[in-house]
């Protein structure tokens, strides 16, 4: 007869048959033995820090402090292996790969999430991506958050202290690798976006955060969501919507009105259909369609159809150039810190040029640096001018009646056009004829 065990009974025989000390010992001393060149002892040791919560990977940080500073202080590609075991081990308890800058835990059960800001009395920051945030090979836009944001001094603080943290994969990330024939090779993830909830302590959604962002923007961002959520929390009751529905349409019209200030900062005027409110110094500061503007019953159809006909207005005069410019006025908000910069130098070592034959150089490191901050800061304004205030109406009109995972669905969907009724996310149509066998289906 076969026995079959449960995950959770299997791991209590793993646990109890590995090593009998293991269950007396400190977490201090499970802290060391998680670097043990005994593979099956580490796992075990690894296991119990993580089910200890956040408190495990503060053991974890503190115990090896020292070796972690120095790698911190001097970014080394050629890694020994106790520092690998190390690294390992640390996004082994945090559930999110180079956590040996970020220092953050990540629950991956949204029930133990809910329970720990029920708990401790703090917001939930649910991040929803492709593929796993502790694996190398996870979609573009987690990766890009490991190095950028969460490796962030200030924002990985801000995160440390003011958020319970939380991520869920929505489909495995697509991965190609390109196979030149004489030996070398690339390796690559293909599509797929990820976006950032800041949820209360139920998992209700009070912010979103589309895409990828400048770390000065996403810090501006949490701060105001943790205000948000506070006051929230101070005036009680079951029922926050008609408080959001207020803040998500002054903040649709503080996107627009923003907006519009910068195609104007950037040489263009605002269009003819739209009735602009200004300030005493000129900027923007409402916006309305002027068809809609006369409509003497204002409803909340007629309003959400008139934040909708904003963004599409003032996308129409935003073309390609013009978006370069707007990224260039916010340039500032993607300026990254000394540790991403750390890790990308790290990263970056073992990057040779086209012939194989050099390392990049100071020059060529700067110049990677240059480009990578202006297309962050490009990321940046689209994803708060186009993204978001399309975000925003779709809450307002969902009023919280849709569960986090449903309306994770429709921006899935409909905003990063990857519904998950497409099981090769758009890289493969039937229609689309490709010269290869089956299409190259494998």
Not at 118 to 128: E, T
Not at 182 to 189: A, H, I, P, Q
Not at 329 to 346: F, K, P, Q, V
Not at 381 to 397: A, D, G, H, P, S
Request: charged letters at 25%.
């Amino acid at each position: 007869m076969r026995v079959k065990f449960s995950a959770p009974l299997l791991l209590l025989v793993v646990l109890g048959c590995t090593s009998p000390l293991l269950a007396k010992e400190s977490p201090d001393e499970l802290a060391r033995v998680a670097l043990s060149e005994d593979a099956k002892a580490a796992s075990v040791a690894i296991a119990k820090l993580r089910s200890l919560g956040p408190a495990g990977l503060e053991t974890m940080l503190r115990v090896h402090a020292s070796r972690i500073n120095q790698q911190i202080k001097t970014p080394q590609a050629a890694l020994d292996p106790n520092w690998q075991r190390l690294s390992d081990a640390l996004d082994a308890v945090s559930q999110q790969k180079n956590s040996y800058l970020s220092g953050l835990y990540w629950y991956t059960d949204f029930s133990q999430a809910k329970a720990a800001a029920k708990k401790s009395g703090k917001p939930i920051l649910s991040l929803r991506l492709l593929g796993n945030l502790n694996e190398e090979f996870s979609c573009a836009n987690s990766r890009f958050f490991r190095t950028i944001l969460y490796s962030n001094q200030l924002i990985s603080q801000v995160l440390r202290e003011q958020f319970v943290l939380h991520w869920k994969s929505v489909r495995p990330a697509p991965r190609v690798t390109i196979d030149f024939g004489d030996g070398r090779k690339l390796e690559r993830t293909l599509t797929g976006n990820s976006i950032h909830y800041i949820l209360d302590t139920e998992g209700r959604p009070i912010e979103a955060l589309p895409g990828l962002y400048g770390p000065a923007a996403f810090l501006r961002a949490l701060v105001a969501s943790e205000s948000v959520f506070a006051k929230l929390q101070q005036e009680g009751g079951p029922d926050p919507g008609k408080s959001l529905v207020n803040y998500r349409r002054e903040r649709i019209q503080r996107l627009n009105a923003n907006w519009l200030n910068d195609i104007e900062k950037t040489g263009g005027t605002a269009p003819k259909e739209l009735m602009v409110v200004r300030r005493a110094d000129g900027t923007p500061e409402a916006l309305a369609i002027l068809q809609l503007a006369v409509v003497k019953m204002v409803t909340e159809a007629t309003m959400l159809r008139s934040f909708s006909m904003l963004g599409e207005s003032l996308g129409k005069i935003t073309d390609e150039p013009a978006w370069r410019r707007i990224a260039e006025l916010h340039r500032s908000d993607a300026n990254l810190d000394a540790r991403s910069i750390g890790l990308i130098s790290r990263q970056t070592q073992k990057v040779f040029a086209a012939d194989g034959s050099r390392m990049v150089n100071e020059e060529g490191f700067k110049n990677l640096i240059d480009k990578l901050q202006m297309n962050v800061a490009l990321d940046t304004v689209r994803n708060e001018y186009l993204m978001r205030t399309k975000l925003y109406v779709w809450m307002i009109e969902d009023r919280g009646r849709s569960d986090l995972e449903t309306f994770n669905e429709k921006v899935y969907a409909e905003l990063f056009l990857t519904p998950a009724s497409d099981p090769w996310l758009g890289l493969f149509t039937a229609d689309t004829y490709v010269a290869l066998e089956g299409g190259g289906i494998k």
